[in-house]
């Protein structure tokens, strides 16, 4: 009996032990595993430089402002040629480094121009057991065995005139693969199967809303996110002009916001029950371009934009960077550096102070502080709390403007020409 007890108790353990490893070892989607800017890590980096602290540093090819996903021993990498001629895959090894495979996965002898401040691989890939699924946007979509590297699927048939390239990363839920190719005609958002890469359901947005609006304000480059608000799933996708809550099962719209105009980026977040997302770039009343950060009950059906919006806050709210919500706190960095603290339940102002140089990437929360990285590869960490405190100051050489991915006691930190292990 005592025997059988103690067999229960170390299988037990070692589930428990495995689940656990599980949780910090993966990095499965753009801002972790969660798509909330959470790092299930107990320790993180605090210090570093070219110089400390480096496990190790690779060149990566071509250029690319994906993310990296991680799961088990691999760090997948998504990169492109600058002209936009071919499209890369790319795995290493998370202990030494070591590139385990690179391939082309897509070719175009003609590519769509982009933005001179975006990649023909901005998309951040999603990865599971077994599993990478890729995405560059109208230039493809695949999904690749990380067992034998072999390429499960291809996708090139999602037509999309992206304007400025593509950057909407993917969502892996269940048995879909959601995809969003919003550009300047006929914008859409996708669930595939995948396992086959067939579309399972496609939802255009409605067309006396959309056609009516020049062009350019058609476009959008957002991560969605899924839900459950009163047992229903909502995938919730902050489009160009409107919001969007679709029945993440059928593509059904169930409900809706309309806020204005133009290049959506920022991810929505999901917390205590509100849904929060970001309007993109409004110009109204002859004022410079901004943004708007909207807290929404998300329980609502039909046009909510009078009844569910919660609050709205419009002060130096980044178009790029998406907030990270820590214990009722809600942090967003504008891109051009100013942070602001608000109480994310009544969007009232904590505080707010002013970091040097530029932001693209999100904020991380590890190990009880968060990491916020300027595109020229310098990090301010900064303690969470009712005022500010800064913890450390670190650098890198290069551009960032990926997210970084924290996996053990490994910060994964990817620039425009290098890939770092930071310990």
């Known amino acids: 009996?005592?025997?059988?007890?103690?067999?229960?108790?170390?299988?037990?353990?070692?589930?428990?032990?495995?689940?656990?490893s599980s949780e910090t070892q993966n990095w499965t989607h753009f801002r972790g595993s969660n798509s909330d800017g959470h790092a299930a890590v107990e320790v993180a980096p605090l210090r570093w430089s070219e110089t400390e602290n480096v496990v190790w540093k690779v060149p990566v090819k071509g250029l690319g402002w994906s993310s990296p996903v991680v799961y088990g021993n691999q760090v997948w990498l998504t990169s492109a040629e600058k002209d936009g001629h071919e499209y890369y895959t790319l795995c290493f090894d998370l202990e030494s480094g070591k590139l385990l495979d690179e391939k082309t996965l897509f070719t175009a002898e003609n590519p769509q121009r982009i933005h001179g401040t975006n990649s023909y691989a901005t998309p951040t890939p999603c990865i599971e057991e077994?599993?990478?699924?890729?995405?560059?946007?109208n230039f493809g979509t695949a999904c690749i065995n990380t067992d034998n590297f072999e390429v499960v699927w291809k996708r090139e048939d999602m037509p999309c005139d992206h304007m400025q390239g593509p950057a909407s990363s993917l969502l892996l839920y269940k048995d879909k693969?959601?995809?969003?190719l919003e550009g300047t005609k006929d914008p859409y958002v996708a669930a595939l199967d995948k396992n086959t890469g067939e579309t399972i359901w496609k939802s255009v947005r409605p067309k006396e809303i959309y056609d009516p609006l020049e062009p350019v304000y058609r476009k959008s480059y957002q991560t969605p996110i899924v839900i459950n608000a009163n047992g229903k799933e909502l995938l919730i996708s902050n489009s160009a002009y409107?919001?969007?809550?679709?029945?993440?099962?059928?593509?059904?719209?169930?409900?809706?916001?309309?806020?204005?105009?133009?290049?959506?980026?920022?991810?929505?977040l999901f917390y205590n029950g509100l849904v929060y997302v970001n309007s993109g770039w409004i110009f109204l009343d002859n004022r410079e371009r901004?943004?708007?950060?909207y807290a929404i009950d998300p329980t609502g059906t039909g046009d909510v934009t009078k009844t569910h919006v919660k609050w709205m806050y419009e002060d130096e709210v980044p178009q790029i960077p998406t907030p990270v919500i820590v214990d009722g706190l809600m942090y967003?960095?504008?891109?051009?550096?100013?942070?602001?603290c608000l109480d994310a339940m009544t969007g009232k102002l904590v505080w707010k102070e002013e970091l040097k140089g530029n932001f693209n990437s999100s904020p991380i929360y590890a190990a009880g502080n968060i990491y916020f990285i300027?595109?020229?590869?310098?990090?301010?960490?900064?303690?969470?709390?009712?005022?500010?405190?800064?913890?450390?100051?670190?650098?890198?050489?290069?551009?960032?403007?990926?997210?970084?991915?924290?996996?053990?006691?490994?910060?994964?930190?990817?620039s425009d020409k290098f890939l770092y292990a930071i310990k």
Not at 177 to 180: A, C, G, S, T
Not at 378 to 396: L, R, S, W, Y
């Open 1 to 20: 009996m005592k025997t059988k007890i103690y067999l229960v108790l170390i299988v037990f353990t070692s589930q428990f032990i495995f689940s656990c």
């Open 332 to 340: 967003m960095v504008h891109d051009r550096g100013m942070v602001t």
């Open 130 to 137: 077994g599993r990478v699924y890729v995405h560059y946007g």
């Open 374 to 414: 300027n595109v020229k590869g310098e990090c301010t960490i900064v303690k969470p709390g009712n005022t500010f405190q800064k913890v450390a100051e670190n650098d890198v050489d290069g551009t960032v403007k990926a997210v970084p991915a924290f996996v053990g006691d490994k910060l994964i930190l990817r």
């Open 242 to 268: 409107m919001c969007f809550a679709h029945d993440v099962n059928t593509g059904e719209v169930i409900w809706t916001i309309e806020y204005g105009y133009d290049s959506t980026v920022s991810q929505p």
């Open 177 to 180: 693969l959601i995809v969003h």
């Open 290 to 293: 901004f943004t708007q950060q």
